[in-house]
């Protein structure tokens, strides 16, 4: 099993940067799509971003889009998050996830099969 470990998260205005690092060990990432989710409090876990091994094609929510860049070190095992031009309404839990596959990036949850624990991530006015 994929151990998934996510960092970088912490207390920023609005307008800052921040870029979160997800460090996989125990397996690789390697043929995988991997995706970035945030829950808010009271709120279901939503996509924020994906990208696929194969062509690295990239997909975003539409309220990160022109924001957020997803991206990954293959040499390192890592993916990141660079996340600019931050809002209060990104204020979440921020979640690292392996998909099931490497081909396709997927929205939904069901499709991701190892998850870290979440880095807290909160944008003041």
């Known amino acids: 099993q994929v151990q998934l470990v996510e960092s970088g998260g912490g207390l920023v205005q609005a307008g800052d940067s921040l870029r979160l690092s997800c460090a996989a060990s125990?397996?690789?990432?390697?043929?995988?799509?991997m995706g970035w989710f945030r829950q808010a409090p009271g709120k279901e876990r939503e996509f924020v971003a994906s990208i696929t091994w194969i062509g690295a094609s990239t997909g975003y929510a539409d309220s990160v889009k022109g924001r957020f860049t997803i991206s990954k070190d293959n040499a390192k095992n890592t993916l990141y998050l660079q996340m600019n031009n931050l809002k209060p309404e990104d204020t979440a839990v921020y979640y690292c996830a392996r998909c099931k596959y490497g081909a396709t990036i997927s929205r939904y949850t069901n499709d991701y099969d190892s998850w870290g624990q979440g880095t807290q991530v909160t944008v003041s006015s």
């Open positions: 125990g397996r690789s990432i390697s043929g995988y799509t």
